[in-house]
């Protein structure tokens, strides 16, 4: 005969054995977490780089406008969208776009003269971001090439001055080369340093994913227990000599192992294909999840104790997870709320879960620093609270004492 | 075993009145009656599943109102429900509901590969329920309340809705069972498997036990055991009313 440890264990194994052989559950729990995280990234995440269209009505036509345009849409998140003055000036009216660069006809002569070229960039009202980045993009191209015809004029000068005879195009291209080298290796470069782990727009919606997911799960999973009693298996567990507290304890422990696949897949993922995770932080990360896991069955088990249907427990389970999702910050930081919103959105679980996995994922804060250390110690305690409390709720047998 | 004055009561509904009968060791025992009856709600207090309003039950010199515990150990029910993982094979199921009972993984294994070979199973070990038909579900489902090798074997409806060749293979079991001394209370609407199958038979009526005796001598009170069936006396005893229940 076994003693207790043995048939929690067996319970948690058939548990994770159903999951496993569950093709909805396992969409649930692991597909749709990773299809809503790349959804939001993709929809909210913004890029890393910003981008730009550059609308371009060129009435000049001639090379040198052909280079300012060459030049814009070379600098990197520029895009270049040549229109004709018609659609350009409807496109402007109806506010279709808010930026406009036009290339005067004189622009290349005036240019090639060393003159001050003809050229104006439109905007609808300020023109927003993109129309002042257009701006100083094209401001900036434009001088350069102004400083460009000006060194070459005074290249020809000085060697006309020294009785050498080259024709302006052969010193025009010279110059040219020399300034396009200049550009392609320059001699003055920013180093640009990331503080702490890349910032990947992934890593700020995995965690409340990840989170949400969890809970949702194992609330959903907990409804099993309920079904049971429908299906009859539960009565039929009631006749053997299984406990109350080993049936809880297996309950728990099958809902650990579920959450515990969830972490380490969607966290897996990222640290292997999305470049959001070190080898250390992905370490880190799966302890971490270890205790929110644990505090997040404990949640479920009260779901189960308090349910007496499966429409019960799926009512109860919905809702409560979204109460839990909204209020924890999972869709959005909340830990800046004061006052009773403050205190709300501390009192859940994804609050504290979500806090230590972007500590680690977005700050690379240890295990050990004090604001995970105390996120863990409250998620525990939320553990220990929901399997007390389901301990205390939920009746097996009628002779349950 | 012994069913003492059993009552129980469900908002202010008395279910079962004052049962009391005695089931002796390896016998099989047939609690018969239409629905509504009480049989369900007898078989569940007996079972240790649902508290008795007063009296008691006594198996294997336990009560099961003072040491269910105890009685637990002595006891295997299929229940009427497929009470199953549909999800898992039939070994899993069989040997997961074995460590329930508190047997080590070898030893349920074992059991379990034994119980599947007893319902002509074992060919099917490892093929999940779900793609069972309903007959060897059936089989699973009393596979199953073997597993602890009980003294008390309770079989709620074990033959509902199976096909001729599973119920025969179960009627097999059963007094293959019988034969080893296992004692077994069986309920069942179809009146021949009770007559072929049972000892002795109660009939229930509104919670009560209106006739028990031997399968002939039940007839023999209303003609003769040769030219009367079973369910004549049924009817006999518990009228033609219809008994829907809803």
């Known amino acids: ?401 | 075993m012994e069913v003492r004055d059993l009552r129980k009561v469900f908002n202010g509904t008395t279910a079962v009145d004052g049962v009391s009968f005695t089931i002796n060791r390896g016998e099989i025992f047939g609690l018969l009656g239409p629905n509504g009856a009480g049989k369900t709600t007898t078989i569940r207090m007996m079972s240790t599943t649902l508290p008795m309003t007063s009296g008691d039950v006594v198996i294997g010199g336990h009560s099961v109102r003072e040491r269910p515990g105890e009685v637990r150990r002595l006891i295997g029910v299929c229940p009427q429900e497929i009470a199953l993982y549909l999800e898992l094979s039939a070994l899993d199921n069989l040997v997961f509901f074995g460590r329930m009972e508190g047997l080590s993984k070898a030893e349920a294994v074992r059991r379990a590969r034994a119980n599947l070979e007893l319902v002509g199973l074992a060919e099917r070990a490892r093929h999940r329920v779900a793609k069972f038909s309903g007959g060897m579900k059936r089989r699973v489902n009393l596979a199953v309340s073997l597993m602890n090798r009980p003294e008390l074997l309770f079989l709620d409806e074990p033959t509902v809705g199976v096909d001729p060749q599973s119920r025969n293979h179960i009627f097999d079991t059963i007094e293959g069972l019988r034969d080893e001394g296992m004692t077994i209370l069986y309920t069942t609407h179809y009146m021949e498997e009770a007559d072929r199958l049972c000892d002795r038979i109660a009939i229930m009526d509104n919670g009560r036990v209106v006739a028990l005796d031997s399968p002939r001598n039940l007839k023999a009170s209303i003609g003769d055991p040769d030219e009367v069936t079973l369910e004549d006396v049924f009817l006999n005893l518990t009228g033609r009313r219809l008994r829907d229940q809803g």
């Open chain 1, 1 to 401: 005969m076994s003693t207790f440890g043995s048939r929690p264990l067996a319970l948690a194994g058939k548990e994770l054995k159903v999951f496993f052989r569950d093709p909805q559950m396992l969409f649930f729990s692991l597909a749709l977490p990773l299809v809503l995280v790349l959804l939001m990234t993709a929809a909210f995440g913004g890029q890393s780089r910003f981008s730009v269209t550059a609308r371009v009505v060129d009435l000049d036509g001639g090379p040198l406008a052909a280079e300012l345009t060459g030049r814009l849409e070379a600098v990197p998140g520029v895009t270049v969208d040549l229109l004709d003055p018609e659609t350009a000036e409807r496109l402007l009216e109806d506010s279709d776009i808010v930026n406009l660069v036009v290339i005067g006809e004189e622009f290349s002569e005036r240019l090639a003269a060393g003159q001050a070229p003809d050229i104006r960039v439109r905007l609808r009202g300020n023109g927003d971001t993109e129309g002042q980045i257009v701006n100083s993009y094209v401001e900036s191209i434009v001088r350069e090439m102004l400083g460009e015809s000006l060194v070459a004029r005074q290249v020809q000068a000085m060697l006309a001055e020294a009785g050498l005879e080259v024709p302006v195009e052969e010193v025009e291209a010279r110059v040219g080369e020399l300034f396009a080298e200049t550009r392609e290796s320059p001699l003055v470069t920013v180093a640009e340093e990331t503080v702490g782990v890349r910032p990947e727009p992934i890593a700020q919606f995995l965690p409340g994913m990840v989170t949400m997911f969890t809970l949702f799960a194992i609330s959903l999973t907990s409804v099993s227990l309920v079904e049971e009693r429908r299906k009859g298996t539960l009565e039929r567990l009631m006749t053997t000599t299984l406990t109350r507290a080993e049936l809880l304890s297996g309950t728990w422990l099958g809902n650990f192992g579920r959450g515990l696949v969830q972490v380490v897949f969607l966290f897996g993922l990222a640290w292997l294909f999305f470049n959001v995770l070190t080898l250390s932080s992905f370490a880190s990360i799966i302890l971490f999840g270890v205790v929110a896991v644990a505090s997040v069955a404990g949640i479920g088990l009260v779901i189960a104790a308090v349910s007496r249907t499966p429409e019960q427990a799926n009512w109860i389970a919905v809702f409560f997870t979204m109460i839990m999702t909204s209020l924890g910050g999972s869709f959005f930081d909340t830990s800046g709320f004061t006052g009773v919103m403050g205190v709300l959105t501390r009192m859940t679980y994804n609050f504290w879960a979500n806090d230590g996995f972007r500590r680690i994922i977005l700050e690379g804060e240890a295990l050990t620093s004090p604001p995970i250390v105390k996120d863990m110690v409250v998620l525990a305690g939320i553990g220990l609270a929901g399997w007390a409390l389901a301990l205390a709720l939920f009746r097996l047998r009628g002779d349950d004492k």
